[in-house]
């Protein structure tokens, strides 16, 4: 298991194949370093003695003490655990903990490659766990990249006028394929070490070459990385705070014309299995939610009951509702989750497997929740959210005795902590980073419709009718 | 463990102490029957092999084999079979299995009792040990009777103009008290063999007369059951179906005067735990509430989709999206109530206790949830729900080919069956019995409104406080 | 004009052709007599000085002081008319005011009409201005018949497996048409004077058959009214109320081959215009609901605080909020239908047609609250709405006094005040008429689904993408 | 009528007393210029014939042509004219237009001078009748000053641990008062030509420090403004929308010891009259919002209409669905300012003032709706909203070709505009003026719970509660 400066010094040897604000960058670049800040909270906690039966499991593979966000799932414990692990992280990140994405795309891998090999006697599982057991000793960090580009929404892939808005294969070679494409919103990839890389959909049998599942190496020669920064508001020193670190850069990841190699290859044509994957990865991922998003969800509760208590409203009746609504998402999507984790399954390849109703219920409750939670915290913060004077005018020798006298709450209470506390709020309501958090509640992980569709395509509505039949005396 | 025909024959023997429709009626009386079909399901089940492990458990008093529903929860197992058990009779019975009211106070009972002896050095857990182990062996059926009439809202008990507004001790003996009150939307008091009362609220220190618990027969002396009906809609026989069979008899419980043998209390004066038995049994209810709103949300959903299949709009996209909103909503509740039972813990007198937490968070989103669960029965269900022809104009020789012409919908379906659907929806949206369901779907165990106060009043918000302070930085 | 007595006795004289409860009943019957009693207002209130000026019109035909449910709208101010006394008359029914439906089919045919006549050269326009004026003078009470059975919802009217799913001419004769087929939900049928009946939808060229609008006398040879009865709860004499008098009759009306003369025939063929003329009279009558639910939500929303009074939880603040939210709906509702009104416009005919997209944005807010309104009186009434014990209990020497002690709620409140006040909330909450508002507030006029389309049909989307477009700086 | 030269002039001239990013700034600031651009359109847009009508009025003061802005309404012409008028210049502005403000205040301070001066005598109408000309004459800019720092919510102005927390009077001498505090959320106070300054909310009777109106130029000495700036993002030259160019300055303006002639003066220790000028202001803005959120709305319509169009998912059910959502919150917000004006007042001054129902109701619903109206912008546009690569990749020699292949959407739309519609709603969803658009929607002009409390306040909730009664049968 690495440090948090191993970590980095790895990203800092990798070719520079960034773009960022107009430069090309390597993973030195300040920028970047600030924003794996929740990644390195990873490696840093792992030594953590709180942290430290959460954060580590013990690999199927070789057996070894590894990091939990390399581990392939094993029980409900495990599924478990790395639920109660990513709430409790997002409560220290301020938000998304980040290296779950690359987790849940290996335990998707895992299951599926089995699944293929059992059907057509091919090898991607072996590949797998190669890469798997390489992955894990080297405690890597692994960017999930699914979403294509997708052009024309009602065009299949094979149809769109430019084939390459999905990703597919130009070139199949003895030793490998090439591929070309892009996948979008793919958070993290600047600052991970392998880019993990799976179809966004179900492809139809005339659609192998865009039924192609692979990893490679970050800096592969041909991969772009273009990378959006989202960090909080800009602070002097001294009212900079633990949310002036966390960062995050989401990422257009261009491949244009990349080999890869065979060993790095988990699907290849079987389209009957590209949705499976496609699905496979979104199931673990939207487990993964219903750890995060109570987290955040916390973060949030925490942030709005702050701000009432320094306006001394927290005992208002309308106050107290509103943080109960807050609870009761978190805790209902948790829930969800739970229930996921007790009633899963072991798939073929040993991977456990949340349960598909329980991790989509609970992924579409906190989606369609998070803008009424930022709505609440923005009506009990009030509009100081966004008039909140910048801190050079809260430092400002002249004129900083006015901000800091009229920013003041209830007595007692120090302006620097009221300014603080306005501060934070207008992270989450005001920055670009909180406007990532956001966007990334609705669509992280499968926008609400997506799961929509899962639990319908899941669910057997037949059984609720005839439950139906037999109250109406129907026999058919 | 009884037969229902010992149920009902043990009924039958009581004392005539009910009046519905302006009469005295005894329990052998055809109402009271029919609305005991749900009571009467939990003996004939328990006695099916499907249902058998389910619907029975040992007795940590005897050791013996009892019925479920008169069970002290022992085990985490014990908490998510009740859940689940509540789920599938709900399924069967078409709405409310009504038995469970009676098993959660005597479950909230074990656990207070211990709890004032632990304190007070009373007697109360062997009184309700002896009680149980009666209960048990006479596979008994229980009516929790909680809600007193509370008068002015605004008044606590000690200060209503009429004092019996909250039941209350009227006189003190050597060997017992006379009570005198009522407890109002006593659900099946009419065909239970007992009665057991706890405070509707929190006691005052000078409340004492109001901090009463017992049990006593449902036909004592001085109690009157002032019972009122609630059923489906009347069909001729050809169209009856197993929901014509549903019925509920909602109760005010008279108690005028009414003597209670010390054997027989529960709580006696000691004020501060009036407050923990009325929560506690509110919490094992709403854990109940877990289970059957499900359950009675499976059913919705199998009646609204029966109606889109024989329309034909199953595959409208709106359609399966409302009828994934209502799936969602019984899995979260479920979810929440799975997650009760494992995070549940031991009370001192070894009964297993649902997590506060989960079970009020699963309770309160059924309650917001259920008008609208009847909103989409209704959008999808059309007007017919309510103008569909009475049986008797089917039936009729001159007429009945126009409605069963007029109500036939796709192509192969009978007319005979889209009536019937459409008389399932009627009876859950246009029948007294399904007004019952949406009330107590509010209500019952409970309103939102009192989930928030339980939730506020558990849930550790300066917690998430905390979290809030570290990442602004605000050192107190 | 008529008075209510003349309405009566005219209805008593039809041909008995209505069957309810297995009989075949004429229009005198007291079920029949009962339901109309909303009707019976139209007319008395006509001779009341309070409503004179809102239920008088001047005819445009004739220049006669007609009722104004009869009338055809000529002015903003016409229309302003109409949707304040449907919102007064409300108050009084407790409930829907029923006659404005045959008042809105003629307005909408009297636009259409004249549409055909003008593009096909036809007679219509002459046609439905004498049947108006026929109409006018006697003072006639139509049943706006819309609604066909439908069959598969998915096939066309000219696809269904039975072509009379969709009502349509199976005859042509030189003196008219003879048509086969059904109206559903057909409210208020069985004491009309007449039937006017419309498409119910666009027709495809070739379904001419099926584009099809006349009106007939209620019994006319083939007609056959097969009603059902909606009632609040029956409640001994000294128990009555305003409200124990309202009632309603839902009706399918079956035309089994009847003629309908030429001269009454106002569209037969023109298939073009027949969704012209199905959305027309749901125009105006979702502009009449614009005044009606705003009515009813004025009286939901007083039952509420009544009970919220005699509670003494009319302070708390959640009561507050709740009750606030009603007012919202009802006043939002009926400044959508304000804004209709003052931007009507004038059809070819003359006709005062209200704006479609505020009469359809009101309608549809209406139905998307309903059922919440409901919840919020369910929730503010608290379990009385179905527990409480019927009247005969709260009559009964014996245990009356029961009763009436717990139903009591504040002091200074007479229990038979307290009593009425519940029994109120039940009709609404837990009666077949209560449910047939619910129903009727989803579904009535077109459900919030028809409205969806109608706006999206309407509105101009493309002038919102251009104020986008120039403010992207995107030149096409 | 000035021209904006003019108007940006006369700014120039004025004093430095703002502080922006630790700076002293004059009015002539690019950034002070910049935020200006709504402000500027109403002078531009005066000359322009398809909004002189609008935007002008004449004077009741003088009989001259003066822009609306500065315009007292005489009818409810005038106030459909400023509805409307604010809806349009919001499509081009593409969001607050920021002059209402001033317009609001002083409308609300001509009601309550004359009604002050009917009550005690006093002179403050003339006061303003010369304010108010000079005001028109010169064209002037006003930005209202009302919102206080508030300290503890729970205690009143005079129970403050620091009195200054409400602006109050602190000396008074024979020309005028000195005062002292701040006014928060002062929004465009930067740009403006004059403060006008009124109480937030009612005074007790020991309260007459706090009970102080005027208007001051907003460079008189003791006031400093402290800024808080809210633009777009930052696009590089070729891809700068006209969006790019709007801006807003939030400010903190603060009061130290200003001195305030007598002749400025509105309300001085009339404690009773606070309340209904702190009101009436938000009466006149909370019907200017009726105008501004439909505005607002029908942009954010159309850039989700036009990422739809250019994803080619328009036609998609949930698609449309959700934009007709979008549709009825602006059009039933329209629909109550319409109604507000319609059904508005003459007060004793003369002025016309809107229903306060219907302008509370209609600000109250665009409040609750504007988080979610977000949403669905969010929903429909994806990820992209916040993951667009900056304009610096977009114009990048070496991957710039990648950024346009990968964020074109549909066949036939350039890369260019594909990226300007994500870059469109990029500024509304990610960028610090959506931000501020979003808090401004929750509470500018009033939180809906001061909605709740205004219609609470003057709904007559007796008459419904009579409508219940009647219909119960209950004779008090």
């Not at 499991?57 to 414990?77: L, M, P, V, W, Y």
């Not at 084939?163 to 394929?177: A, F, I, K, N, S």
């Not at 925490?302 to 509103?322: C, F, I, P, R, S």
């Not at 329980?358 to 009030?382: P, T």
């Amino acid at each position: 298991m690495r440090t948090q400066e191993q970590y980095l010094e790895r990203l800092a040897k990798m070719k520079k194949n960034i773009f960022l604000g107009g430069e090309k960058i390597g993973r030195d670049d300040p920028r970047v370093v600030h924003a794996s800040s929740a990644i390195r909270m990873t490696f840093e906690l792992a030594e953590n003695p709180e942290f430290e039966s959460l954060l580590t499991a013990t690999s199927h593979i070789t057996g070894e003490k590894i990091n939990r966000f390399t581990h392939i799932h094993q029980s409900t414990d495990d599924l478990l655990k790395k639920q109660e692990l990513t709430r409790k992280l997002c409560h220290i990140a301020g938000g998304c903990i980040q290296r779950c994405m690359g987790c849940d795309m290996l335990n998707g891998i895992s299951v599926t490659t089995k699944n293929v090999d059992l059907k057509h006697g091919t090898n991607y599982h072996e590949n797998f766990l190669k890469f798997a057991k390489y992955f894990q000793e080297n405690d890597l960090v692994g960017a999930g990249s699914q979403t294509d580009a997708k052009g024309d929404r009602l065009a299949r892939p094979s149809e769109q006028w430019d084939p390459d808005q999905y990703l597919h294969v130009v070139e199949r070679r003895d030793d490998g394929v090439v591929v070309r494409g892009a996948k979008l919103h793919n958070t993290m990839a600047p600052y991970a070490d392998e880019l993990i890389v799976v179809p966004t959909r179900m492809m139809g049998k005339d659609e192998g070459d865009w039924a192609i599942a692979f990893a490679i190496p970050a800096d592969t020669e041909g991969v772009t990385l273009i990378a959006k920064e989202a960090f909080t508001r800009q602070r002097e020193d001294n009212l900079k705070s633990p949310m002036s670190n966390i960062g995050d850069l989401e990422c257009m990841t261009v491949f244009d014309d990349v080999f890869v190699p065979n060993e790095r290859i988990f699907l290849n044509g079987e389209t009957r299995f590209a949705g499976e994957l496609a699905l496979g990865f979104a199931l673990f991922h939207r487990h993964s939610y219903t750890g995060c998003k109570p987290g955040i969800g916390d973060v949030l509760t925490g942030v709005t009951a702050l701000l009432a208590e320094y306006n001394n409203t927290l005992k208002v009746e309308h106050v107290k509702g509103k943080l109960v609504d807050m609870i009761c998402v978190a805790e209902l999507v948790y829930a969800a989750g739970m229930a996921a984790a007790y009633k899963s399954t072991k798939a073929p390849s040993g991977t456990q497997v949340p349960n598909v109703i329980y991790a989509n219920v609970g992924r579409r409750h906190a989606g369609h929740a998070i803008y009424h939670e930022a709505e609440i915290l923005c009506d009990i913060a009030g509009g100081l959210a966004v008039t909140l004077p910048d801190s050079k005018e809260y430092n400002n020798p002249e004129i900083g005795k006015y901000v800091q006298k009229y920013v003041t709450r209830k007595e007692g209470v120090s302006p620097e902590n009221c300014y603080r506390a306005y501060a934070l709020a207008e992270d989450f309501l005001a920055s670009e980073l909180g406007a990532t958090f956001l966007v990334a509640g609705v669509h992280g992980g499968g926008s609400p419709i997506m799961e929509d569709i899962a639990i319908w395509g899941t669910y057997d509505i037949n059984k609720n009718i005839n439950l139906a039949k037999n109250l109406a005396g129907i026999k058919d």
